[in-house]
């Protein structure tokens, strides 16, 4: 019924005659996007026959603003969702909505919203259309800006997830003040300071769940479950230093195996910067921070928090064959990062100079020593490292060969544990090649080649679930992409498991774009696998099959 | 500027704190050793002259809901069964096609649930005989009159027997065991009420919804914890015990229409020895 009554008003106002701009002195934009896939069983790879023939994603975004004033709706239809989007999206109707204010010292948005406190540990309400990801908090968001450099917000609401609201009622507050723009001496100041500090609880029913250790009784669960962020974003010069720290009281749900175990969290980023020079350290420990407005929720939705990952997103695609999920019950890693220009004229550099990126990272499980099932404490964490989760080393050299021609080229090996994907077997050891070669054949025709290799210790075994996994074995992979003119695009590849693997995944795809529309048809076969964005990932089936995309707005 | 900053410092130096009392304070802290509870009713055992004819009894579980097209039919087997050794309860799935409809009483419980879980039940009509796991009976449960009848058979372990009496929202239950072959394995007993006659909606095989439909002997209440109640004995054959135990019933249950059923179970496996359904008696207050 809100809903009707939104959708009437925000008609009402934009009036009769609906063009882009120029509404009651406002303006309207927006964006459509729609996402077809079309696919038949390819045992080989493991794709199954689709019944419904064509499956769609769609979505229309439509923001209208008139001055401080702001209205947003969002269409979706999922008729049937995509492959690896859960059944439950099926459907189609209004999916978020909200009118907003935003002023010089207020800002407040009544309906759905996305907000972020910190880095997200305590709170992080978004959406990821790619993970199919939607956690919008529909209730009320104010902020208040009193003075510059300081930034008050609370947020009351329940969480979305497909169609419908998580019981969980979610409350939280913030407050973030800059100190160079508050204090007079230190306007002119080197030293960079923002200090922060946030706290968000959520409240759920109570409900029977029954004592691992002791059936005949329930679990007295905390209703009100809460966490604390600390802060503080310091720099000086070149050198910057962001830290955050949370805790989160006792939270049995499903995540953790309904243990009372305190979660707590830390995040160091130490970062220095100059012209031609980069370098990170970062560092993370996550003890049981799963973080959810309904406790009985396993799976990705309904999170109030997100931890980020300290792993590097690769893009190329043996790179981020085996992406890094966060491990939400416990983990503690390391990345460093180093960007380095060797100037043109220099030994390294040349004539043209030359692009050094090294990345390294490390993630290892917590050291933990079990006590007890639900309803205990659940376990104890020692100060040693538990089992290896993730490593990768990569090092990357792009150089310009002449104005028309630069290459990149990298080298990675990784370890990967299954563990994190909650799927069995040994450790993966892979080592990747790729080279990238991009041609600028002349003005708006360009062609680009990939060429990538993996090998690896793993094996595919379709008799043995240790083995089970289709992404095993080595395998290369070609890629041709041909640019034509500002409008057209062409490209074709190929992924073959060559040893101890299986699956061979072609693709060609072609592409047409005209100012703000895109058309993009492909044809092909998807491996299955594991869809990460930020340490949150999706699984992502094989298919066999037409996929084909449109994008516009206005 | 500086009443700026004095100012500024004020406000913060109250919404810092003010956040971390707002976390002490909307946080619920449990403290060890009370991370879980029993809230069943105690029961109070105490010895007894052993005086019972012992008579085995079988326990059917049956699970159901309102939008289970398929229920009716199961429902209408099962009333087949005139034997009054047939100790039956009827639980609302907690899920799917157990939602109530729009309007309509919600018969689910969370003793109901717990079981349900347990049985790890994702289809109803769904039903077992003794929470014996080596077989469920789905549909329409014809082939569960035989096994019944075939559990009827067998020597009862332990002769069960209760009485109920209520009022004024309460009811107390006596139940009174006799051994009549040695049984060492710890045992508990589960104190249950069911309700009859209820009318509410039903989904029916023709996918029509009869509004009038009558509900029997659905749970309303498991009045022991989920699992039922420790038995105070040593389990040797001949030995009597009495068990008094008391609990209050919410006020949308009807009493006049309920009666309390009790039943043993091994505390390891689950299995029902033996059970006993009985009607409440109303106590008449002294003027």
Redesign the interface.
Known sequence: MIKRIFTLALLAALGSTVSAQGLLGGHVTGNVQMDGQMSSADSIIGAQDVPEKLLMNARADVLYTNGDFSAGLRFELYQNPLLGFDAKYSGQGLANYFVAYNGEKLSITAGHFYEQFGSGMILRAYEDRYLGLDNALLGMNVQLRPVPGVTIKGVIGRQKIFWEYGEGLVRGIDGEVNLNSILGFMKESKFRTTLGAGFVSKYEDDEVIPSSANPEMRLNLPLNVGATSLRADLGYGNWSLQTEYVMKGQDPNAINGYVYHPGQALLLNLIYSQRGFSASVQAKRIDNMGFKSVRSQSGEMLYINYLPAITKNHTYAFLSMYPYATQVNGEQGLQADVMYKFKKGSFLGGETGLDLHLNGSVVYGLDTTVTGGAGTEGYSVNSGLGETLYGDVSVEIAKKLSKAVKYTVTYAYQVFNPVVENEPGDLHHNHIVVADVLWKVNKGHSLRFEAEWMGSDSHYDANDPAHSDRRAGDWIMGLVEWNIGTHWFLSASDQYAYNDGIGNYYNFTVGYTSGATRLQVGYGKQREGLLCIGGVCRLVPASNGLTFSLTTSF | ?KK??IG?MG??GR??P???I???W?????E?G???????AQVTWTTAAASLTPVQRVYVEKFTGPRCSNCPTADATLSTIHDERVVMVSINHPTGQGMPYPGQPDMRT??G??WDKWYGINSIPAAYINRDLSQQYLGDMSNIIGDINQALTVQPVIALEASAYGGLGEVDVVIEMQFVKDYTQPL?VTVALVEDSLVYCQLLPDNSIDSNYVHNHMLRKVAT??????VDASGTAGEALMGRVDFSVDSDVNLEKSHVVVFLSDKATRKVLNCVQCNIIFEVEEK
């Open positions: 500027m700026i900053f500024l406000l913060m919404v810092l003010l956040s971390i707002l976390g002490l909307s946080c619920d802290k449990i060890e009370e991370y879980t509870v029993y809230d069943g969370d003793g649930t717990v508990t914890g989920f699992w039922g109640a420790d």
